[in-house]
């Protein structure tokens, strides 16, 4: 059975830092691409980004690009986003799912909420 839990969510001041954490298991999590998806509040889902961890590829949309880092660590099944420069518009229910275009698996989100 795959199984994503994400962790790491909070309250953070525009500025501030954040590490989201995804915990895999159920599948060969070093050969998958993953991603994280957001879905901020009354608004659709946004891709954040993406990793091919065994090829060493990542993928950013344009309003993260240069603040936010995805990351593996294989050895532990856990896949990770730091969050700098947080901005109140990043305030999301934050979700990781397998693939990069097509997502067959999601976590149940965390939340992170950029506020001072």
């Known amino acids: 059975e795959v199984q994503l839990v994400e962790s790491g969510g909070g309250l953070v001041q525009p500025g501030g830092s954040l590490r989201l954490s995804c915990a895999a298991s159920?599948?060969?999590?070093?050969?998958?691409?993953m991603s994280w998806v957001r879905q901020a509040p009354g608004k659709g889902l946004e891709w954040v980004s993406s990793?091919?961890?065994?090829?060493?590829?990542?993928y950013y949309a344009d309003s993260v690009k240069g603040r936010f880092t995805i990351s593996t660590d294989n050895a532990k099944n856990t896949l990770y986003l730091q969050m700098n420069s947080l901005k109140s518009e990043d305030t999301a229910v934050y979700y990781c799912?397998?693939?990069?275009?097509?997502?067959?698996?999601w976590g149940q989100g965390t939340q992170v909420t950029v506020s001072s």
């Open positions: 799912a397998t693939g990069r275009y097509e997502h067959d698996y």
């Open positions: 159920g599948f060969t999590f070093s050969i998958s691409a």
């Open positions: 990793i091919y961890s065994y090829i060493n590829n990542t």
